[in-house]
């Protein structure tokens, strides 16, 4: 069975300083797809990055990118630069056949002004 | 954009009333998933449907069951509502088997006294 763990449940970061959310996953496939969703007070899920594991190369978006270390399968986030809107849940999650995804308990982060 | 609408955002019901939970996209994507969200859990897969008429169960279907008769629409149905299906639910989609991203909708709190 598939499993997505994150081990924080809530981090605190300065405004402009960088942070590190960190997940773990368990599989048994070869070729799949992992991403990081943030889910601000409105409720409203939003994709924040994604990686598809058949890549070495980190997926990196603007002030996010990630470090993947598939034999590890270790998947954590890095903010850098973190801003007041940054502060939100953000969710782990790992996807394969049938587009199913799972996702981990979640990390809320909070930003410090 | 991708849009998925949740019918309501605040629902609050009778134990024992049944329970019926809309999501409407606008992309024309195969596939949609109903999971429910729950402090320290995470999101669970209740359903998923990859096609019209098609659904299969996810981590967490007991006391739930689902109907897709047209592609755009995804519902969620509670038969008999109790008060631990007190919860949040999002309804996402997705464009196909891809492991494309998955959109989602804003939530239904819902309330069962």
């Known amino acids: 069975a598939q499993t997505v763990t994150q081990s924080q449940p809530e981090m605190s970061v300065q405004e402009a300083e960088t942070v590190t959310l960190s997940c773990t996953y368990d599989?048994?496939?070869?070729?799949?797809?992992l991403f990081w969703y943030k889910q601000p007070p409105s409720r409203q899920m939003i994709l924040v990055i994604r990686q598809e594991a058949y890549k070495q190369q980190n997926a990196t978006e603007n002030r996010f990118s990630v470090n993947f270390q598939k034999a590890a399968k270790s998947f954590s986030l890095k903010i850098s630069d973190s801003q007041l809107g940054d502060a939100a849940m953000y969710f782990c999650?790992?996807?394969?056949?049938?587009?199913?995804?799972?996702f981990g308990s979640g990390t809320k982060l909070n930003v410090k002004p | 954009d991708v849009k998925v609408t949740q019918s309501s955002r605040y629902l609050v019901k009778r134990t024992g009333e049944k329970v019926f939970l809309e999501c409407v996209q606008d992309m024309d994507h195969e596939n949609m998933f109903w999971y429910r969200q729950d402090p320290g859990l995470g999101l669970r897969l209740i359903y998923f449907s990859y096609d019209v008429k098609m659904k299969e169960k996810g981590d967490i279907p007991e006391g739930y069951s689902v109907s897709r008769e047209k592609k755009e629409r995804f519902s969620l149905i509670l038969e008999s509502a109790s008060t631990n299906q007190t919860s949040m639910y999002l309804c996402?989609?997705?464009?196909?088997?891809?492991?494309?991203?998955?959109?989602f909708g804003q939530g239904t709190r819902l309330t069962v006294v």
């Open positions: 999650a790992y996807s394969y056949n049938f587009n199913k995804f799972y």
């Open positions: 996402a989609s997705s464009r196909d088997r891809k492991n494309t991203e998955a959109f």
């Open positions: 599989t048994s496939e070869s070729d799949y797809y």
